[in-house]
């Protein structure tokens, strides 16, 4: 991969803070720089999974880290929420904390609650409102219901996590000004895609392996098969693809 000295890969969105995480992380992180992904961003999940986030951020200098609640981890308790709530707005307060997410709606896998998700998805944006921090949306099958409450909210430019559901839905997140966040979903399925000034790179690690190592366990380093993918499909260069996603990245996530 040809490579200027200012450029690089950044892989926005990440697990590999994980407790589960397959693969030694120590080499992970050294197969990162070998293919130019100079810096990664670990999504959290749930209360426990943010802190462990952070814990692994603190550890890495090219690591940043976000605070997230995914929608399928919240069991509808409110009392418990309220106490995990306390402890976000110290959390977020915490070094190299780029953002809120993963969070969102998410009506895939019946049984759902749906008003319990809603509940924290509000939640949550006031935090990310409140701290003027952006966010990375995790939606899915629940756009009709996610429009209404997003539009409720005054937030910074946004992300739109592994987005694969209709042009009439990318319509609406393009006429937002959020983000697309392009991993190896890309590589393998038809999907609409949004115009290369609205995308930022990802890799959701472990899952959603790219092209041409379906099969395997994902790594933040496979970002790199994404951008190659893009510089395909946007007939750009690999240099213009980091150029572009990277500042994107920077532009949303300070990093």
């Known amino acids: 991969m040809s490579r200027h000295a200012d450029k690089m890969l950044v892989d926005t969105h990440c697990h590999l803070h994980d407790r589960e995480f397959p693969l030694d992380k120590g080499e992970t992180l050294k197969e990162c720089h070998n293919l130019g992904v100079d810096k990664i961003i670990v999504i959290g999940t749930s209360p426990k999974d943010s802190a462990d986030a952070l814990d692994f951020a603190s550890k890495h200098e090219e690591v940043s880290w976000t605070y997230g609640y995914h929608p399928n981890e919240f069991d509808g308790n409110r009392e418990q929420l309220e106490k995990d ?22 009506y895939h896998f019946p049984p759902f609650d749906k008003e319990a998700q809603i509940f ?3 939640n949550m944006l006031q935090i990310a409102q409140d701290n003027k921090l952006p966010v990375s949306f995790h939606v899915r099958d629940a756009f009709d219901d996610f429009w209404p409450i997003f539009d409720n909210f005054h937030l910074k430019p946004s992300v739109i996590h592994s987005f694969s559901d209709s042009k009439k839905n990318l319509s609406e997140v393009l006429k937002r000004g959020l983000y697309i966040g392009v991993n190896g979903l890309a590589t393998f399925a038809d999907i609409a895609h949004a115009p290369l000034e609205n995308i930022i790179l990802e890799t ?8 041409p190592f379906r099969g395997k366990i994902n790594i933040p380093a496979y970002v790199s098969y994404v951008a190659r993918w893009a510089a395909e499909y ?13 500042k994107n990245a ?6």
Do not use: F, M
């Not at 959701?204 to 092209?211: G, I, M, N, Q, S």
């Open 234 to 246: 946007y007939g750009k260069t690999l240099d213009e693809i980091e150029e572009i996603t990277t």
């Open 204 to 211: 959701d690690a472990p899952y959603l392996t790219p092209k």
């Open 120 to 122: 924290l998805l509000e």
């Open 250 to 255: 920077e532009r949303i996530y300070q990093i």
């Open 85 to 106: 709530l306390e402890q976000a707005k110290k959390l977020i307060k915490q070094p190299k904390l780029v953002g809120i997410g993963e969070i969102g709606l998410d």
